[in-house]
Each structure stands twice: as C-alpha cells, then as structure tokens.
C-alpha cells in the first residue's frame, strides 16, 4: 500500500546477527536492532511495549508447532544469542509517530492478519485525505472572501 513504510524491529545482538536474518528470511524491509545485554531486548524494544513470556513462548501452542516442524525436518531457526523468551508483535504508526495499531503478540506465532493492517493502513491514508480536503477547503473559504 502507498505511504506505508514496514520496519523490522528486532533485538539481534548486532549488525552482522541482522543481516544473517534478513538474508535467512528473505526480508526485503529496513531492519533496526534494539539490543541490551547478554542477548537481552535493548531499551527501544522495552519502550514500544514489548514484552518477555515463559509461557507464550512454550505454551502447548507453540511446543505442538516445533515438534511438528522438527517431524517435517524443517531447519529451525537458532536463537543466535538472543533471549528466546521475548515476544513479538506489529505496531502500525501514522506518518507522525502516533501508534494507531499496536498489537502484542500473545505467543510467538501470533501476528495479525494481514487483512487487519491493511484496513489500519487504509483508515490512515483516508483520515490523510480527509484532512487535507478539509485544508483545501478553508484554505479555498479564507481566498474567496
């Protein structure tokens, strides 16, 4: 969608980490590192709301798709020094800043649907054009008098 910017926020240990994980996944957007210590979540991370859980991340959920994963002999991806126990999430903000989305992770696979950002992205762009008609309009107003 036009006027939408996607950020990967992550808490990998360093640039190098980074890469490796945008290559591994094949991700094509900007990626910033909020890193603290020992594999911790750095202070971006803990500012935006994110959080750690023990048992989002090893809930039956989420034990149940492993075991699966690793009995289709799929690779699975390793932590790379990074605390496993963080949980993710999506955060959808305006062209301001203002979060106008934020959606916390309950467990590690949980993600909004795709469908979800895409009608938040669409509210924004039209309460963009909605304010900037009413702008044309005053402004249109204050030159005809």
Same mark, same amino acid.
């Given at each position: 969608?036009?006027?939408?910017?996607?950020?990967?926020?992550?808490?990998?240990?360093?640039?190098?980490?980074?890469?490796?994980?945008?290559?591994?996944?094949?991700?094509?957007?900007?990626?910033?590192?909020?890193?603290?210590?020992?594999?911790?979540?750095?202070?971006?991370?803990?500012?935006?709301?994110?959080?750690?859980?023990?048992?989002?991340?090893?809930?039956?959920?989420?034990?149940?798709?492993?075991?699966?994963?690793?009995?289709?002999?799929?690779?699975?991806?390793?932590?790379?020094?990074?605390?496993?126990?963080?949980?993710?999430?999506?955060?959808?903000?305006?062209?301001?800043?203002?979060?106008?989305?934020?959606?916390?992770?309950?467990?590690?696979?949980?993600?909004?649907?795709?469908? $979800?950002?895409?009608?938040?992205?669409?509210?924004?762009?039209?309460?963009?054009?909605?304010?900037?008609? $009413?702008?044309? $309009?005053?402004?249109?107003?204050?030159?005809?008098?």
């Amino acid at each position: 969608m036009a006027g939408v910017t996607v950020v990967v926020l992550s808490f990998n240990p360093n640039a190098a980490v980074a890469r490796r994980w945008d290559t591994e996944v094949g991700s094509p957007f900007v990626h910033v590192f909020s890193a603290g210590r020992k594999g911790e979540a750095g202070p971006l991370y803990h500012a935006l709301g994110f959080r750690k859980s023990f048992a989002g991340v090893w809930g039956p959920a989420s034990i149940n798709f492993y075991a699966d994963q690793k009995l289709q002999g799929r690779e699975l991806h390793p932590s790379l020094g990074q605390d496993v126990h963080m949980l993710g999430g999506d955060l959808l903000l305006d062209p301001s800043g203002r979060c106008i989305l934020p959606y916390y992770s309950k467990d590690n696979r949980d993600r909004p649907s795709l469908q $979800l950002l895409l009608r938040a992205a669409e509210a924004v762009r039209c309460e963009q054009d909605y304010e900037q008609l $009413l702008l044309k $309009l005053v402004n249109d107003q204050f030159q005809a008098e």
